[in-house]
């Protein structure tokens, strides 16, 4: 049972490029979190997301981020118009419930680096 | 206000010895969950342990084991006989009721150095 794939593990853009960043839940996990982790810090949620739906987005930046579940395929973070600001490592989480003792797995992270 | 707080951004350690990263949080819900991450120089997001904030004993794993003192709300993890493999980032990290979705909130964590 693979676990949470993300890909790229690192991205380079210029600013004002776009980012898609991936990630594939592990197998039978409908559950889908993206954080982000800016350098020398922890965490900060961004969005949950479950099969076609936004359920909480309350740690996304107003514009130019978007994040999207479809029905077949990987999850997607989408930045648009990159900044320097933007730089960090994005991490995926997946759950297959929203027990409260289920832990979230994580993938590897993609660092995205702008430039 | 910080949800969760990781006072020591750094901690030494010598081989073998034990060694215990403090963790306070801040909720009003009754139903909660405690977890501690660690990340090594790698870069991943490995689970370690888990506590309910309604399980009366402290949860171990193997040589983690987690000091849940809730009317202090801490949730100190103890590491016991550090080896080198242990140095790495350690996240502290909370999981409020089930119906906020099950997002994490992390504290800033606290860089453990293991000295051989």
């Known amino acids: 049972n693979a676990g949470v794939m993300q890909n790229p593990r690192h991205l380079v853009r210029r600013r004002g490029q776009e980012a898609r960043l991936r990630c594939s839940p592990m197998?039978?996990?409908?559950?889908v979190y993206w954080y982000r982790q800016l350098p020398e810090e922890g965490l900060k949620f961004m969005v949950y997301?479950?099969?076609?739906?936004?359920?909480?987005e309350s740690g996304m930046p107003k514009e130019r981020f978007s994040a999207e579940f479809p029905k077949e395929g990987p999850s997607i973070l989408r930045i648009q118009q990159v900044v320097r600001g933007d730089s960090a490592a994005y991490f995926c989480?997946?759950?297959?419930?929203?027990?409260?003792?289920?832990?979230?797995?994580f993938g590897q992270g993609t660092r995205l680096t702008v430039v | 206000a910080q949800k969760i707080t990781q006072t020591q951004p750094g901690m030494f350690v010598q081989e073998k010895e034990a060694v215990t990263l403090d963790c306070t949080y801040d909720t009003s819900d009754q139903s909660y969950g405690l977890f501690w991450y660690k990340q090594p120089s790698s870069g991943e997001m490995i689970f370690l342990i888990y506590?309910?904030?309604?399980?009366?004993q402290n949860a171990t794993e193997g040589r983690y084991s987690l000091n849940f003192q809730k009317a202090r709300k801490s949730a100190n993890l103890v590491i016991s006989a550090s080896q080198l493999g242990d140095s790495a980032m350690y996240f502290c990290?909370?999981?409020?009721?089930?119906?906020?979705?099950?997002?994490?909130?992390f504290g800033q964590g606290t860089e453990l150095s293991v000295k051989p």
């Open positions: 506590q309910g904030s309604y399980d009366e």
């Open positions: 197998k039978g996990h409908s559950h």
């Open positions: 989480a997946s759950k297959d419930s929203t027990a409260m003792n289920t832990e979230a797995f």
């Open positions: 997301l479950q099969k076609e739906n936004i359920i909480d």
């Open positions: 990290a909370m999981r409020e009721e089930p119906n906020q979705g099950g997002k994490l909130i």
